[in-house]
């Protein structure tokens, strides 16, 4: 191997990345899977799902760092996402839920500058398990979601805990998918509603999260090995949207989900 000294930028960049895949061979064979989920379910499924990807990745970093590689491959795949559903969300609910969002994710960001990394290991853990009780109770009709014109303030309350729940553990899709539903929207604008909120308010985490230390050059070089994965993942969801039944996907999420959230919640607490 040359010394640093004899390379250009572009071979440096390549060094370093090289050299993070050497050291860390175990995270990337745990993230690249993790990020290709997360793709498929912002891509095709709501993006409720995609959550679990940091989730996995907070087994194995510090929770803070956790959700500073998967921000920018979120955002990234909001992008990715954006055209095949343009203009197909409905504007009225989806700018409720962006406005609700913003005061959201500040809690979020004063609560994570005050408090240690076990107490985000148990929150995301017991977000993780709630999510999966939640869709299980909707799913067996314990709890129903009658469709019907839902008052505003629902739309701004709803949107304020996807905020905080998306900043302290990138899943606010469950408390945004509960006011959707409850609005009748159908399959495609509920994809395309949970593009866009969740493109602005990936947007509104962004600086708060460079702010509180989330982003490092770890990261940045992660982000780098990643990110074709994500637009892999984000490929395969937008073709598999009309293709794979939802119960398929979910079934497999809620098995991950469990038992990566019961681990953290583990972890968190001994």
Partial sequence: MPPLSALNTGDLWFFKVATLLELDLSFFMIAVPAVVFAGISKGGFGSGAAFAAASILALTLPPGLALGVMLPLLMLMDVASLRPYWGKWRWHESRLLILGGIPGVALGAGLFSVVNDDVFRVLIGVISVAFVIWTQLTTRGWVNISAGDAPDWQGGLAGFVAGFASFVSHAGGPPAAVYLLS?????????????????AINIAKFIPYAFLGMFTLETGLANLALAPFALLGTWIGVRAHHLVPERI????????LMITGLKLIFDGLT
């Fill in 183 to 199: 609005r009748g929207v159908n399959k495609t604008e509920y994809q395309a509603c949970t593009v866009v909120v969740f493109w």
């Fill in 249 to 256: 996907f979910f079934a497999f999420t809620y098995v991950i």
